[in-house]
Structure formats: C-alpha cells, structure tokens
C-alpha cells in the first residue's frame, strides 16, 4: 500500500484544526446545573421529581465553516480519506445534534461514535452489581498538589519531557488526559488513596498518554488521533492494563456497570426513570450524576434517547478482554497508536509495510515505575 505521507499528514492536519475546535463535551454541560440538581434532589425527597429542563452555552456559527471548508483537504488515498471524510461528517452530524438538541439526532450521533450498548453488556452489569456490593471507604492520604507532583516524575521518569501536569479546580473528572496539549490534568484539592493513585497512573498515563505519544512518533500522523469508534478500546484497553498489574478496583467496576444500565434505560426512557432504574444500587447523588451524563445535550430530559456513551467502558473492557485472549500480539498494534479494534487488520497491514512502528513506550514500564514511587510513600 504506496502512500503519499506528506499528503496524508498535511490533510490530516486540516481537518484536525477544523474537528477540534467542536468541543463535545464543554456545549453539552449544562450551565444550570447546580440549580437544576438543588431542584431535583429537594422534589426526590419530597416524593415529587420530574424531569428536568436544562441550558446550555451558545455555539459559535464558525464551527461549522471550518468543517465545511476543510472538505477540501482530505487526500485521494483510499482508506485514509475515507477515515478523514468520516472525521468530518461526524463532527457535522454532533454539530447539527447540539444545534438541535433532538434525543433521536443526540442518540444517532452518540452511537456513531460510541456504538449500541450491547444486551449482552447489560447482563454483565447486572451481575456485577449482583456479586459485588460496595466496599467500605478507604481512608484517602494523598492530596492533590502530591499527585500532581507524581504524574510529573512519571512522565519525566518516562522521556515523556514535552508532557506536563495542568494542577486545576476547573475540570469536572478527578483526573484525565488531554493529547493535543500533551497534558495530563489533576483536579485541586481532591484526596486519593494510594491504592487509586497507582492505578490512575497506569490508567491516565499507562495507556492515554502512551498510546498518544506512541502515535505521535509514527510517520503517519492519523495515527496519533482517535478516530471515531477509538474511545470503547481506549477506556477497555485502560481497565484491562489495571487488571492485569493487579490494580482493579470493584467499586470503579460497580461504576461502570451502572453506567450500562444508565444507558440502557435512557434509550427508552427519560430523566427521572433513569434516576430511579440506578438509584437501589447507589446514593442518590452518584444516582443524579449517572443520569445527567446520558441525559447532558437534551433541553427536554423526559424523552427517550440522549447521549449515549457511557456504556463504553465496561463494554470495551469486555470487548478488549475477548480479543486479547484470542489475539495476545495484538496488544503492541493497539498501544503504538490510538485507533480502535475494528481497525486492527489495517494496523496490521501498516506494521507489515512499515508504514508503522511498534510502540516505543510500554506499559509495562509505567507499572514497575508506579509501584517504585507509590511504595516510596
């Protein structure tokens, strides 16, 4: 398969200056959410929740004439600009489901990039709930200005120098990985126990980080971003890496079973019935939560539908698991870049052409090196 690397790589870049800027996550937070849970939860107690109603920030109109405009770039490779072709109408499609902020364009969107949730994902959660009860607190003695000052070791420990740590009250997650700024993010002011230290560094570092810098050194730059379909693999990648150093954590597990069931429920149901379908296995905050990140985007909360990713985690855990054990050397081709399992036969094509190299950080280094520093104290 002769490519033309320089075109792919300029094209890429294009639509990925264009893609970007559709910050998914950031139009469909709510902006009245702290009023909206306060009503929520004080109506739950009072016996007389309904679904809720919610606003969102407005959307510049220039998203869309970068993603009009960059249709010009993609490359006349075949499967590259199909994938480029595909980034693209993607976006439009999310883009026009914010504008919108119809369930079924929510819903369409959401299962072109994160798949159906699987019945057979559902049963699984089910289980787990059923066999796992929750464990009791742990007491958490690491703050947030020594974790952060530990994910800095480890990425210097690393070589990954062009790395940093961004130390912020401004994010929602306890901690997560941006690629495209090379940072890893850790929120100010948390505590955590030293168990959920070393496997977040396995998690965050071990296989975010990793598979971004791995794809960052390939010649073929597409290889460096998470095409659609990536995030099921990624997360299940992630779970599978703490399983196998022996990292897990069963409530984290009971997290994302729960998550399935959210998603499951909100495909045929609003707001509040999924608060309800969540709440006999959890408290009622973590309950409102669950249904806000399936129900985030929506307006009207009580339709069917919404934003259906969240069933990705121990679906793709699952999803990873099953082929790992079939497939044990595919492990290297999914950590040199950030592409998903559906594309393992061309990764596979690309190492055998030398179109792609094997990864040069391993994970395997990032668990010896975690538990070195973590036994420290």
């Given amino acids: 398969m002769g490519v033309d690397l ?3 790589n300029h094209a890429t870049r294009v639509v990925l200056d264009a893609v970007h800027p559709v910050r998914y996550a950031h139009y469909i937070t709510p902006t009245n959410l702290t009023q909206v849970r306060t009503e929520f939860l004080d109506a ?3 016996g007389s929740a309904v679904d809720p109603r919610f606003e969102y920030p407005p959307i510049p109109g220039e998203l869309a004439a970068a993603l009009d405009a960059a249709r010009a770039a993609p490359t006349e490779v075949g499967p590259w600009r199909e994938a480029l072709e595909r980034e693209l109408t993607y976006a439009r499609a999310g883009l026009a489901a914010l504008h919108s902020r119809d369930p079924e364009a929510m819903t369409r969107y959401s299962q072109s990039q994160f798949g159906d949730v699987a019945a057979a994902v559902v049963v699984d959660a089910y289980r787990r709930l059923g066999e796992q009860p929750p464990t009791a607190d742990t007491e958490a003695t690491w703050n947030s200005d020594r974790v952060a000052a530990t994910m800095g070791r480890v990425l210097v420990e690393l070589g990954l120098d062009e790395w940093t740590v961004d130390h912020s009250d401004r994010m929602a997650a306890r901690m997560s990985v941006v690629g495209r700024r090379r940072q890893v993010r850790v929120k100010r002011g948390v505590t955590f126990t030293g168990p959920t230290v070393q496997r977040l560094i396995v998690h ?3 296989t975010h980080v990793l598979r971004t810098a791995n794809g960052l050194r ?6 460096a971003h998470g095409i659609p379909g990536y995030l099921g693999t990624e997360e299940g990648l992630a779970v599978w890496h703490e ?7 069963p409530d984290v597990m009971r997290r994302y079973a729960l998550r399935v069931i959210a998603c499951d429920t909100a495909l045929r149901a609003g ?14 905050n973590e309950a409102f939560d669950l249904a806000l990140r399936v129900k985030r985007g929506l307006i009207d909360t009580s339709a069917p539908g919404g934003y259906i990713k969240d069933h990705i985690y121990l679906g793709g855990f699952i999803e990873v698991t099953n082929h790992l054990d079939r497939h044990p050397g595919d492990h290297d081709l999914l950590m040199a870049c950030k592409w998903p399992l559906s594309e393992v036969p061309l990764l596979r ?9 094997s990864p040069h950080h391993r994970v395997d280094e990032v668990v010896d090196l975690t538990r070195a520093i973590v036994a420290e104290g």
């Fill in 44 to 46: 739950h107690r009072a």
């Fill in 204 to 206: 965050e570092i071990g």
């Fill in 243 to 249: 399983q196998q150093a022996g990292m897990i954590d």
């Fill in 349 to 357: 094509t690309l190492f055998d052409e030398r179109s792609s190299m």
């Fill in 218 to 223: 390939q010649p073929l730059h597409l290889l």
């Fill in 271 to 284: 707001f509040r019935a999924v608060f309800d379908a969540v709440l006999p296995h959890t408290t009622t």
């Fill in 6 to 8: 320089d075109a792919i």
